[in-house]
């Protein structure tokens, strides 16, 4: 607690003398950059975002038939203040067809909403937004165009879970008989289709994807599986086709795999195929910000040339944390500066808190209208994540902080290992199953265990130094069952201001952060909402400090610094805005050359802080033709000009 008021003081500090302008002399400078006014890079249309506007089943499982949807499950008012609070700012709606919007036909052709009200609660909360349009991309087409005629599929390798054309049956269909082209072509005509239905419920298409992640099919939720590229081609050629004949003004995208868009790339060489792809969609979900570098080196060197960007970021990992959330920052910043992309989009608005992904996924978190937030492990210790509860442990293990981590595949891989850093040295108590006679190298044994109703675990000590820390994985085995991973109970300096930082993407959960966020869930009214801070301080800041179609400046770095970042942008008005950012673990000092003899006014946020009305807290202003300052570690700032 005492690193978070800690911030804010100096926050404050700052804030005494946000109305007087600051020169900053004989500061040591860290980074220095210099932003070419005159020389504009791409036009960043807008940011967007995905709305879970039909239910799904906690860990992506299962398609329950409940309305546990957003906005449907708020209270009137809720959903006024949701799309005017929140969603004012961004300009793209992702809409996941076949998923989300899953209503059928009676023939089960076209998809429909699965409520009367459904497509009217997503234009209204639109409306209220001043959201321009959705980007509309399927998970799974509608049943009858799919082999197994199911929005869901069997595994991997399930050769029904394709469109019908692709089946292994498609010879002997009643109707198309074999005819791959007929087929194609009356699966294009159903797409447009879906677009008019949308339109005649006031919804703007303003972009269009065949599939979501085409490599995939599971057995969880919707998908629909490419097993090759030529497939993919061929599909995406005439539902594209349909789709441009139907309205001309709606960017195709394609295609949404890894970091590559590698069914697509295979047809790019053909004109009448590259003809109809306006931008490239990949996914990079979770990613640290510095591999946008690599992303747009390898689409710009291998593909003809088009637009580019990503379409769903989150963490599928545990939840949000603040260094995540400087992750997201700098992603964003990376991905307009370097990467010159044209929009960038969030996964979920909200997430209910029942759903296990909701913490790494949403902006925020509502509460359902028609179940209650069950809070019966509200300050109790999981062994591990959704694990059995420990029931006892030694005497004054409750006063130190408390790590577990996921335990995927259950009992059949070996529990995961995880990394951290911590802010101070410590004094670790190592929770271990001790399967195989399993004994973590490097640890002393003590005369301690934890209890829980799976049964008794050993206890380890270790003396940890401030810094980095590497948990290895437990794969003590017996037969084929693996040891769970370790839990850890650590015990700082000075547990006040003790603080554990995670990875950008490491499979483990912190209890003092946990605890924030489930005490918040269940002191919520039902049809209430609440931000998710460490995702939404990250995404808000830009939603707010940029509008509609800003330009990017040219910059140039005189020392690159991957954890110090800088992004450069004109809005339309003709206005500046110069954004830095820094994760490097201590202070950081910009020097900004900006080329403007103006004035300049700072917002700045960090991962518990983002001001009234997401626009930051304003700390100094500044004139002249540059600008100094000084960051603290896990901190950015937006430089407008005034």
């Known amino acids: 607690m005492k690193l978070i008021k800690l911030t804010s003081i100096l926050v404050l500090f700052a804030m005494v003398s946000c109305n007087q302008y600051v020169k900053r002399k004989d500061i040591p400078i860290d980074g220095e950059v210099t932003i070419h006014t005159d020389r504009y890079k791409q036009t960043v249309w807008g940011i967007g975002f995905e709305i879970q506007s039909d239910a799904i089943g906690s860990g992506n499982t299962g398609l329950p038939t409940d309305k546990h949807a957003v906005p449907h499950d708020l209270t009137p008012s809720e959903r006024e203040r949701f799309a005017k609070e929140m969603l004012a700012g961004f300009r793209y709606c992702r809409l996941a ?3 989300y919007w899953r209503g059928l036909d009676p023939e089960q052709k076209y998809m429909q909403p699965r409520w009367d009200t459904q497509l009217e609660e997503i234009r209204q909360m639109m409306d209220w937004a001043g959201v321009e349009g959705v980007s509309l991309e399927y998970w799974s087409p509608a049943p009858y165009w799919k082999a197994n005629e199911s929005y869901i599929g069997k595994g991997r390798n399930d050769r029904y879970n394709v469109l019908k054309c692709f089946g292994p049956d498609f010879a002997n269909d009643p109707i198309y008989k074999g005819d791959t082209v007929k087929f194609l072509k009356d699966f294009g005509e159903a797409c447009a289709k879906d677009v008019q239905t949308l339109k005649e419920a006031g919804i703007k298409t303003s972009q269009w994807g065949m599939s979501n992640e085409p490599w995939t099919s599971n057995t969880s939720y919707s998908s629909c599986k490419w097993f090759t590229a030529e497939d993919y081609v061929r599909s995406y050629y005439y539902s594209a086709k349909a789709i441009r004949e139907a309205d001309p003004n709606i960017l195709l995208i394609s295609d949404t795999e890894y970091g590559f868009p590698r069914k697509i790339a295979t047809g790019m060489h053909r004109p009448e195929v590259a003809d109809l792809v306006d931008a490239y969609v990949v996914h990079t979900i979770g990613w640290d910000s510095e591999r946008v570098k690599d992303v747009h080196k390898r689409i710009t060197e291998e593909l003809p040339k088009r637009p580019w960007f990503q379409n769903e970021y989150e963490y ?5 944390t603040p260094e995540r959330c400087l992750n997201t920052a700098q992603h964003i910043m990376n991905s307009f500066q370097l990467g010159e992309n044209p929009t960038w989009y969030w996964i979920h608005a909200l997430k209910p808190f029942k759903n296990s992904e909701a913490s790494g996924y949403s902006l925020g978190f509502w509460k359902s209208l028609m179940e209650k937030y069950h809070a019966q492990n509200i300050g109790k210790y999981e062994r591990w994540v959704k694990g059995p509860i420990i029931d006892k442990m030694p005497d004054g293990f409750e006063k130190m902080e408390f790590i577990n981590a996921i335990r995927p595949g259950k009992t059949k891989k070996p529990g995961l290992g995880y990394t951290f850093s911590i802010n101070q040295n410590a004094t670790a108590y190592l929770v271990v199953e001790e399967k195989g006679g399993f004994a973590p190298e ?3 044994k003590k005369d301690l265990v934890v209890v829980h109703e799976n049964g008794t675990d050993a206890i380890y000590t270790k003396q940890l130094q401030k810094g980095k820390i590497q948990i290895s994985k437990n794969d003590g085995k017996e037969g084929d069952v693996y040891g769970a991973p ?11 201001t003790f603080k554990v930082e995670v990875g950008v993407n490491s499979p483990m ?6 605890m924030v966020l489930e005490k918040a869930a269940m002191e919520m009214e039902p049809g209430t909402w609440i931000y998710n801070d460490f995702n939404w301080n990250a995404v808000g800041s830009f939603v707010k400090h940029m509008p509609w179609d800003c330009k990017v ?4 770095e005189a020392n690159y610094n991957k954890d110090a970042r800088v992004f450069a942008y004109e809005k339309p008005d003709g206005k500046r805005v110069f954004v830095v950012s820094n994760r490097t673990g201590k202070e950081y000092s910009f020097k900004l ?24 807290v304003p700390t100094e202003k500044q004139k002249g033709n540059e600008i100094i300052t000084v960051l603290p570690h896990l901190s950015w700032e937006f430089w407008e000009e005034i």
């Not at 599928?316 to 949000?320: D, E, P, T, V, W």
């Not at 400046?553 to 140039?556: E, F, N, P, V, Y």
């Not at 946020?605 to 009305?613: D, I």
């Open 316 to 320: 599928l990992s545990g939840g949000a």
């Open 593 to 616: 050359n900006t080329g403007v003899n103006s004035k300049w006014q700072s917002y700045r946020y960090t991962p518990w802080e983002r001001g009234e009305n997401t626009m930051g």
């Open 486 to 496: 370790h839990a850890l109970f650590l015990e700082g300096e000075d547990m006040e």
């Open 553 to 556: 400046l040219d910059i140039t």
């Open 509 to 514: 959960k912190i209890r003092s952060e946990a």
């Open 97 to 99: 067809g076949g998923l």
């Open 442 to 444: 490097g640890w002393e």
